[in-house]
């Protein structure tokens, strides 16, 4: 028997920050056990209204990353209706996830991925632990009280961002061994 996955680390990338009026335009999503080791990951494009791109994706965030909001406005024509990825977002989780305990969501401020959740796709909310590990949670001690920085490349690709939020945390468990 394959063991269950303990993590789902999720990164999400939004039109904006607004869980409201924003919607999530991709997301990526790594299930490791507690050694942070890969069991299998996820990614799928949502396709979001146009008009809502061009309405949402501005200001000076979408200006400094302009090639980044270009390649996600150009793949939402390959991208699924929301609900849909939920759907695949959710067998996704059934295949690595032991059914009968909640999912513990990780990832770099992952509280502001999870009201996207919360918002968008509430089964997949419903199976999530209150409980989250926000790797931002220890960056703040460690450059606040240790004068302990991890550079993250910022990719600002749902998948990518995983990884880095990853090998962050790696880096913090090994300064505290």
């Not at 090639?67 to 295949?95: A, H, P, Y």
């Not at 009968?100 to 199976?127: C, M, V, Y």
């Amino acid at each position: 028997m394959r063991e269950h996955a303990k993590l789902l680390w999720v990164d999400l990338e939004m039109t904006g920050l607004d869980p409201i009026q924003d919607r999530i335009l991709e997301v990526g999503a790594i299930a490791t056990d507690w050694e942070f080791q890969e069991i299998a990951s996820f990614t799928a494009v949502c396709k979001v209204d146009p008009e809502l791109l061009e309405e949402r994706m501005v200001g000076p965030f979408w200006e400094k990353f302009s090639d980044v909001c270009d390649q996600l406005k150009l793949q939402n024509d390959t991208g699924k209706i929301t609900d849909d990825v939920e759907i695949d977002f959710l067998r996704f989780i059934d295949q690595h996830f032991d059914k009968s305990n909640p999912i513990l969501l990780a990832g770099n401020s992952i509280h502001q991925d999870r009201k996207f959740i919360d918002h968008e796709w509430p089964t997949l909310a419903g199976k999530l632990h209150y409980r989250m590990l926000d790797v931002s949670a220890w960056k703040l001690v460690f450059e606040g009280k240790l004068n302990k920085k991890f550079t993250k490349p910022e990719a600002h690709r749902a998948l990518e961002d995983i990884q880095g939020s990853i090998e962050e945390l790696k880096y913090y468990i090994k300064k505290m061994a």
